[in-house]
């Protein structure tokens, strides 16, 4: 299969992703296609770098949380029971919009996953998860950062909803500590992603917004794409929505944005350029 990430996706697989069944009726453990997202390299490469987190960086927040699972979870996992478990305390943390949301995120990952040759059940279970602590206040949000010993960024106050991907992250794993780092590490990077996203992480972060639920007509045009280009070029989309967002209504964008867009940007030029040569 040619890489997610640089070619167009398998055109054996639906192409318009989120008109797909809301429920994955195959729960087919697509376990191989996915190891290039949670491989012992890239767990290794996370540790290191979490171990130099610097202050104030969001990222480097988030390699901290990823390093407290790193290299600890066994290989073989049962998805299927962790899926049903989840489930059930979700309806006790998540309630109304929030709940559904989360279930149709699960569902439209685990489509993506099957269109983009990453792992389904790990895309199925990080979909599901990935609004853990939604239903936290800020203040409860910053409390909880503080009891797991993430750094916050200097407009701390000004960006604490963000923190619910990073407390999520940090809570799952100790709830289920069989789970991957590469499913910890897209809880974490759901709501402001990273220079460096895995193609689980791009599709969790994409799923989250183009999930049929969300009502917003701006959504459309990002719907109407999945499945039919490349992963990278999906997930800058969205990206830039979010941002486009954020300025529409004068929001605070934290500063580690502009090196994500950034870096996004230079290698969308540089794949623009190399067809071009």
């Keep these: 299969m040619p890489s997610s990430r640089n070619s167009t996706p398998a055109t054996d697989h639906p192409s318009n992703v989120p008109q797909a069944s809301a429920e994955p009726?195959?729960?087919?453990?697509?376990?191989?296609?996915?190891?290039?997202t949670c491989n012992r390299e890239a767990a290794t490469e996370s540790k290191?770098?979490?171990?130099?987190?610097?202050?104030?960086?969001?990222?480097?927040?988030?390699?901290?949380?990823i390093h407290q699972v790193s290299g600890n979870a066994p290989s073989n996992v049962d998805y299927e029971a962790v899926y049903r478990d989840a489930r059930k305390k979700l309806e006790q943390r998540l309630t109304g919009f929030r709940l559904l949301h989360s279930i149709s995120v699960s569902d439209i990952a685990a489509l993506m996953a099957n269109v983009y040759g990453v792992d389904f059940e790990q895309a199925r279970i990080a979909g599901l998860l990935h609004d853990w602590d939604k239903n936290y206040t800020d203040d409860e949000l910053l409390a909880r950062a503080a009891d797991f010993g993430i750094t916050l960024p200097e407009q701390h106050l000004a960006t604490a909803a963000l923190l619910h991907a990073q407390t999520g992250a940090c809570a799952v794993a100790r709830e289920y500590p069989e789970l991957p780092a590469c499913i910890i590490q897209a809880i974490?990077?759901?709501?402001?992603?990273?220079?460096?996203?895995?193609?689980?992480?791009m599709i969790i972060y994409s799923a989250d917004m183009i999930e049929p639920l969300r009502s917003q007509s701006s959504l459309q045009p990002l719907r109407s794409i999945?499945?039919?280009?490349?992963?990278?070029?999906?997930?800058?989309?969205?990206?830039?929505?979010?941002?486009?967002?954020?300025?529409?209504r004068h929001r605070f964008i934290h500063p580690d944005s502009l090196l994500v867009w950034n870096t996004y940007m230079a290698r969308a030029r540089n794949r623009e350029a190399g067809t071009t040569a």
Aim: glycine letters at 4%.
């Design 226 to 248: 999945a499945g039919k280009v490349p992963l990278e070029d999906l997930f800058l989309k969205c990206f830039q929505t979010t941002l486009e967002h954020l300025i529409r």
């Design 48 to 65: 290191a770098r979490s171990q130099q987190a610097s202050v104030g960086s969001k990222t480097c927040s988030q390699q901290a949380v």
């Design 25 to 36: 009726k195959t729960r087919n453990r697509q376990t191989a296609a996915g190891n290039k």
């Design 188 to 201: 974490a990077r759901h709501t402001s992603a990273a220079p460096d996203m895995s193609d689980l992480d």
